[in-house]
Structure formats: C-alpha cells, structure tokens
C-alpha cells in the first residue's frame, strides 16, 4: 500500500511561482511513474503532467506546458512540481499519484493506483 501526500499549496498572486511537493510511504517509489493532476470546483480532475520512474522522461498538459516542471527525488520518496507565471485559472486542489512504471505515460486518472489527499492552489488576479 503506497500512501502520497502533498504539501506546498497556498494563496498567491497571479505571475507568483509555487513548489508543491509529494511525499510517498509504503512500497518502491523508485519503480513508479507519478502523476500530477488538478480539479478545480465543478469541473473533472485534469491531467497537469508526468515523470517516469527514474525521473528522465515527462510529459506536460498543455495548460502547464512551458510553465510547470515536474522532478523527482529518489532517495526522498518526493516527487516536486514547479509552477511558474501563474494563473487565476491555476486556482484548482492539486494531487499527485502513483502507478508502476512502464514504457508510456497516461493522462487518465483511472490509470492511476494510488492518490494523495490533494493540496489548495489559489492564485488571485
């Protein structure tokens, strides 16, 4: 049973940067892909982007692409996103999942196995 928690979320100015972090217990973190999606009220859990177990490959929405940067620390069980030039439209409960790793990324949320409890994003205009 793999257990993932975020943290960094909070209230920001639009153009603001923010780190979230992801922290995992429980299995081999080193042997998951993981995940990073969003939801803001009403609407569907979106797909931000991905890193691959190792950390060597992601893949970006086109809503963070060129703003967002996924990492990863191994030898912390911590997985990071980095978002820069926020937007009010960013505003959305941010979550990190997990799922073994393999040779394709997946957008779907239903591909994912285990999820975090999510943390707030607020970006003010």
């Known amino acids: 049973q793999v257990q993932l928690g975020e943290s960094g979320g909070g209230l920001v100015q639009a153009e603001d940067s923010l780190r979230l972090s992801c922290t995992a217990s429980?299995?081999?973190?080193?042997?998951?892909?993981m995940g990073w999606f969003r939801q803001a009220p009403g609407k569907e859990r979106d797909f931000v982007g991905a890193?691959?177990?190792?950390?060597?490959?992601?893949t970006y929405s086109d809503s963070g692409k060129g703003r967002f940067t996924i990492s990863r620390d191994n030898a912390k069980n911590t997985v990071y996103l980095q978002m820069d030039s926020l937007k009010p439209e960013d505003t959305a409960v941010y979550y990190c999942?997990?799922?073994?790793?393999?040779?394709?990324?997946?957008?779907?949320?239903?591909?994912?196995?285990?999820w975090g409890q999510g943390t707030q994003v607020t970006v003010s205009s």
């Open positions: 999942a997990s799922r073994s790793g393999g040779r394709f990324f997946y957008s779907s949320p239903g591909m994912y196995d285990y």
């Open positions: 429980g299995g081999t973190f080193s042997s998951y892909d």
């Open positions: 890193i691959n177990s190792n950390g060597l490959r992601t």
